[in-house]
Structure formats: C-alpha cells, structure tokens
C-alpha cells in the first residue's frame, strides 16, 4: 500500500467520524489496513525463507559435486597405483589403503550432503508455494480494503459487505499459507 492510497484512507476515517452510522466500516477499514500488513510481512519472511533455503541447497550442492570430484581422482589415483609399476611397494600400499579410507568416508558424505541437499529445496519450494498464498491473501484484502472504502464514499453498505467478503478470502488465503506443511 503506498503513501498516496494510505492518506486517502486516513481522509475517508475522518469523514466517516463525523458520520456515526459510518464508524463500523471505518473499523472494518482499519482492520483490513492492519491484515494487509501482517500478510505483507508474512509474504516476506516467506520469500526471505525461500531464498535462504534455494541458497543453503545450492551451497550443498556444490559441497557435494567437490566431494564427488575428489572421489573421483582418488579412485583415478587407486587405479593408477594399482596398474603402474611402483618402485616403493610399501609406499604404494599405504597410500592405496589411505585413497580407500577416504573414499569410502566421501562415499558415506556424498550421501548425507544429497540428502541435505534435498532436505533444503524442500524447504525452499514449501515457503515459495506459502509466498504465493501470503501474496493472494494480501491482494485479496488491498481489494476488499479499497471496495470498503467505497462505502464511505457511496453510504451504500453492498461495499462494505463486499469488501469483508474479500478480506474474508484474503485471511482464508493467509491462514492456508500458515497451515501449510
């Protein structure tokens, strides 16, 4: 909500307090005003989430494709002093048990940061699917605040009713965004 739609709303109350059959919809206006905050601020811890979350997963995976990578060349390594003539054999088969030692310790580290990995996208995709209910829900009650409002400028009660309809959905929406699992 910008300053301009925020100074016209704040005019509509004052006109409204003159009017007491009109004080209901003001406090209906006032409500809404808050929702739209509250659901504002939802929608950015939960696009903050998402964000941290798709960062934490990118991080993993990168640990992960290092890991691999390292894998990869120490087995290249165990192959080549398992094929080439060495001249120090007791050398050769203590670096070959070390190669298999670390191996086998990046083979069970693989796993676990995949499926850390994992565990964080996740995450991420749940809080943008919860981002995207935050983002209705707050449309949903900017409209119902706007359609309030118009009440005080028609004295027609259809736009107050209908515009707590719409903040109605908007708490709905908000609310399925929490419950979200």
């Known amino acids: ?28 206006m006032a409500i809404l005003a808050v929702l739209v905050a509250v659901t504002t601020l939802l929608g950015q811890r939960a696009s903050t989430e998402a964000v941290l979350s798709q960062a934490r997963a990118s991080d993993l995976w990168s640990e992960y494709q290092a890991k691999h990578i390292r894998q990869n060349e120490t087995a290249l390594a165990l192959d080549l002093l398992s094929t080439l003539p060495v001249t ?40 943008e699917r919860r981002l995207d209910r935050f983002d209705l829900g707050e449309a949903l009650l900017e409209v119902g605040l706007v359609i309030t409002s118009i009440t005080l400028l028609t004295r027609r009660s259809i736009y107050a009713l209908l515009g707590c ?16 699992r």
């Open 165 to 180: 309809a719409f903040g109605t959905l908007g708490v709905l929406s908000s609310i399925s965004a929490i419950l979200l």
């Open 88 to 127: 120090d054999a007791t050398t050769a088969e203590r670096l070959k048990e070390r190669y298999q030692q670390h191996s086998a310790q990046w083979s069970s580290e693989l796993k676990a940061s995949a499926d850390e990995a994992r565990h964080h996208e996740a995450e991420g995709h749940l809080a």
């Open 1 to 28: 909500m910008d300053v301009n739609e925020t100074n016209e709303l704040r005019e509509h109350q004052e006109h409204a307090a003159h009017d007491k059959s009109m004080r209901p919809v003001a406090l209906a």
